[in-house]
């Protein structure tokens, strides 16, 4: 079973920075895609930044210029940085992983969520 356990979240004024991390573990033969979403109360998960184990990022237009999607592919963690936060930002983000594993197959695996609050 693949397990993905985010961190980063909290609280930050508008204009500020976070860097949510995310690990993933388990019995994988390969991570194809990582990525993160959010959620944001009364609306729909939406997607915020995916990035391939090729290095093939794709990112939202809402946060592109302000948040940067990376991975450490030796970690099986993806990172999110992100600046010039705003107050529209405020959501819960999940981490997704995507691949094979050896025990299941193919997955498609969810955090748990790490609530990120952007407020003066």
């Known amino acids: 079973q693949v397990q993905l356990v985010e961190s980063g979240g909290g609280l930050v004024q508008p204009g500020g920075s976070l860097r949510l991390s995310c690990a993933a573990s388990g019995r994988m033969f390969s991570i194809y895609v990582m990525g993160w979403y959010r959620q944001a109360p009364g609306n729909q998960r939406e997607l915020v930044a995916t990035i391939t184990n090729g290095g093939t990022t794709n990112t939202a237009d809402s946060v592109k210029g302000r948040f940067t999607i990376s991975r450490d592919n030796a970690k099986n963690t993806v990172y999110l940085q992100m600046n010039s936060l705003k107050p529209e930002d405020t959501a819960v983000y999940y981490c997704?992983?995507?691949?094979?594993?050896?025990?299941?197959?193919?997955?498609?695996?969810w955090g748990q969520g790490t609530l990120v609050t952007v407020s003066s």
């Open positions: 997704n992983a995507v691949g094979r594993s050896w025990v299941t197959g193919a997955f498609d695996a």
